[in-house]
């Protein structure tokens, strides 16, 4: 089944204390991307990341990091968590993310912070 | 400054009636314009994409047009159903010019929709 997964679902964690968030797809898209999504603000775009070793910021990269050292996988890093990070986080893959035939983006379940 | 902007935050219809979400956005000239659905506390799923050279188009229930001279996408649903109840997002490549694609993709903050039996 073609599918985008995140881990963890959930998270509570305390300001300061490194985490990473992962994110895989399992039909070899070249294109990954990051967002959050805050009530009142809809979804922001973190990072994104056009194939293997080629990541780019969105509109809101501020704390946060990502590295794309294989296609399927582009995890999220966040060095120093804040309470403003506290959000839902969903990540997303698609064939080449320039809109062609059949370009049709996908989005992991999401991943709910928690960042006391 | 570019903005992309959906007509309402909430829309209430009778079942069987046609729904029509709106989406303008300003300062764009977007390669095309997508169509997402996204029901609480689940992901954003694909439904339709058009790009800039087509002026309708159309899966099932569903049909999308694109006005680039009005800046101005609409969203259709017919003869619509309560399972049809579900937050909609527009979102568009943000490329100053056509056919290029910037490798980015802006969403308008969506309009929750409510069919009501």
């Known amino acids: 089944e073609a599918q985008v997964t995140q881990n963890p679902r959930y998270l509570i964690t305390v300001t300061g204390k490194k985490l990473t968030v992962t994110c895989s797809q399992n039909m070899n898209h070249e294109y990954m991307s990051w967002y959050r999504q805050d009530p009142g603000l809809g979804l922001r775009q973190i990072y994104y990341s056009m194939n293997v070793e080629v990541t780019d910021k969105g509109d809101v990269p501020e704390g946060y990091k990502v590295s794309r050292k294989e296609k399927r996988n582009f995890p999220l890093i966040l060095e120093s968590p804040s309470p403003n990070q506290t959000s839902l986080y969903f990540c997303?893959?698609?064939?080449?993310?320039?809109?062609?035939?059949?370009?049709?983006?996908?989005f992991g379940p999401g991943t709910r912070l928690l960042v006391l | 400054s570019q903005k992309i902007e959906q007509n309402s935050e909430a829309l209430n219809i009778q079942e069987g009636k046609t729904a029509t979400l709106t989406c303008n956005y300003t300062?764009?000239?977007?390669?095309?314009l997508q169509w997402y659905r996204q029901d609480p506390g689940r992901g954003p799923v694909f439904l339709l994409l058009i790009r800039e050279n087509e002026k309708e188009k159309r899966k099932e229930r569903l049909k999308v047009t694109f006005d680039t001279t009005l800046k101005q996408s609409l969203f259709h649903i017919t003869a619509s159903q309560p399972a049809d109840s579900a937050t909609y997002l527009c979102?568009?490549?943000?490329?100053?010019?056509?056919?290029?694609?910037?490798?980015?993709?802006?969403f308008g903050k969506g309009t929750k929709l409510s069919v009501i039996p």
């Open positions: 300062n764009y000239s977007p390669a095309y």
């Open positions: 997303a893959s698609t064939i080449s993310g320039r809109g062609g035939p059949g370009e049709t983006q996908y």
């Open positions: 979102a568009l490549d943000p490329a100053e010019y056509s056919g290029a694609g910037s490798y980015q993709l802006t």
